[in-house]
């Protein structure tokens, strides 16, 4: 049995950051429950390191990509898996556009791709498809997913201007500097292709999911919205059917007592849907260093026990992902309000499209 795992981190920022430091607290912890030391070999930013020499290094066997982007991640994580380096990544562009390409790279050359902390952070969402559903069929994923525009839509029911509400929650730490990805709703767009892929097994890569942020959305409808029992909430969703998948993310306007309403600040709110298992609601951190470490740390955790098992190098299954899956608007079927028609009303039913061939309005 190898006695230890050499680790090269890639990025020390937010997310870095809590993963070195998180590595160093849960060290002992970690070679109790695995039998295996940890060593964190080296870190590599923009400033300082150098990211391929230390990909390159003999004693690193995982690479943790916390960059971000798709330029110089991208190059880095395919030469990590190029030269056999397992890799761990919080970085959900990164899959929501080349995650097919990569997963099948990692498995021709017999590691593993992990990249739980890239979907919704804390909150399980990739292992509770990958594994706890694994003998199932996962037909439907939805949720509240980018936890900026939640703040922002909160802020403007209390009466606060879309502007101001921004800057807060730059303050706060929860938007970006550029927030553009989050209220253009791209992030959630690039959870939920994410997800799908997994889910559906398809290689449906964000710029194909029909998407609106809440750049539009004003405090007067925010404040009207609640007054008719609503909040307006940016929802993914996405449902499959036997000819295909439905997917979107948009504004809409949420039951209060739903449990998409109940999200607040950088919270995620998950469910999914399999035949067998039936619904599964989630709901956690979706941001933050800390919060993104842990399932990193988990990630790092099943992939030592796993070489502790299989040698360094086990058997790997290329998984088929389903290139040609047409993927279609789904928030269509929606109905809306007269007095607020801006918006579609969120109705779970929706994901059942595929049972009754199309959305019967509830
Ligand atoms: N923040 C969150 O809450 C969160 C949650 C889940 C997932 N994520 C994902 O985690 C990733 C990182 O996010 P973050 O918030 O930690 O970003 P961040 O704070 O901006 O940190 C990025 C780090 O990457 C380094 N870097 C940038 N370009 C590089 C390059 N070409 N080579 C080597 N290092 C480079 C930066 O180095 P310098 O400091 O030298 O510029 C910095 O240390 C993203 O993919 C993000 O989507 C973030």
Redesign the pocket.
């Known amino acids: 049995m190898q006695l230890t795992v050499g680790i090269g981190l890639?990025?020390?920022?937010?997310?870095?950051?809590a993963v070195s430091q998180s590595l160093k607290e849960n060290a002992e912890t970690i070679e109790r429950r695995t039998g295996v030391r940890c060593q964190l070999r080296g870190i590599?930013?923009?400033?300082?390191?150098d990211?391929r020499a230390l990909i390159d290094d003999p004693r690193v066997d995982v690479v943790i990509?916390?960059?971000?982007?798709t330029?110089?991640?991208a190059d880095?994580v395919e030469h990590a898996l190029d030269r056999g380096r397992h890799v761990i990544?919080?970085?959900?562009?990164?899959i929501a556009t080349q995650g097919p390409r990569l997963i099948a790279l990692a498995a021709s050359r017999g590691v593993g791709l992990r990249y739980e902390?890239?979907a919704c952070?804390a909150v399980p969402v990739v292992r509770t498809i990958h594994d706890a559903l694994a003998g199932d069929s996962v037909y439907a994923v939805a949720g509240v997913l980018n936890g900026t525009t939640t703040s922002i839509l909160s802020a403007m029911e209390e009466g606060v201007e879309y502007a101001d509400a921004l800057s807060d929650a730059q303050e706060r730490g929860y938007a970006?500097t550029d927030p553009a990805s989050d209220v253009a709703g791209l992030?959630a767009a690039h959870k939920l292709a994410l997800l799908v892929q997994l889910a559906f097994e398809t290689a449906v890569i964000s710029p194909r999911i029909r998407k609106s942020g809440i750049t539009a959305v004003t405090r007067p409808e925010a404040q009207q919205a609640m007054s008719l029992g609503y909040r307006i909430r940016l929802v993914a969703a996405a449902t499959r059917t036997p000819s295909g998948a439905f997917a979107e993310v948009s504004p809409a306007l949420v039951p209060l007592a739903h449990a998409f309403a109940q999200a607040t600040g950088?919270e995620n709110v998950v469910r999914i849907d399999a035949r067998g298992a039936g619904t599964l609601w989630l709901r956690g951190q979706?941001?933050?260093?800390a919060?993104?470490a842990s399932p990193i740390l988990g990630d790092l955790v099943t992939l030592v026990r796993e070489m502790a098992r299989a040698g360094d190098r086990g058997r790997s299954i290329v998984p088929r992902f389903d290139p040609a899956m047409q993927v279609a608007p789904l928030f269509d079927a929606l109905p809306r309000l007269e007095s607020l028609p801006q918006y579609p009303v969120w109705n779970d039913a929706v994901l059942d499209i595929h049972n009754s061939g199309e959305f019967i309005h509830a």
């Open positions: 890639l990025g020390h920022g937010t997310v870095g950051g590599a930013t923009r400033g300082a390191g990211a990509e916390t960059i971000g982007g330029t110089d991640a880095l990544t919080a970085n959900k562009d990164l902390a890239a952070s970006e992030d950088v979706g941001a933050g260093g919060a993104s």
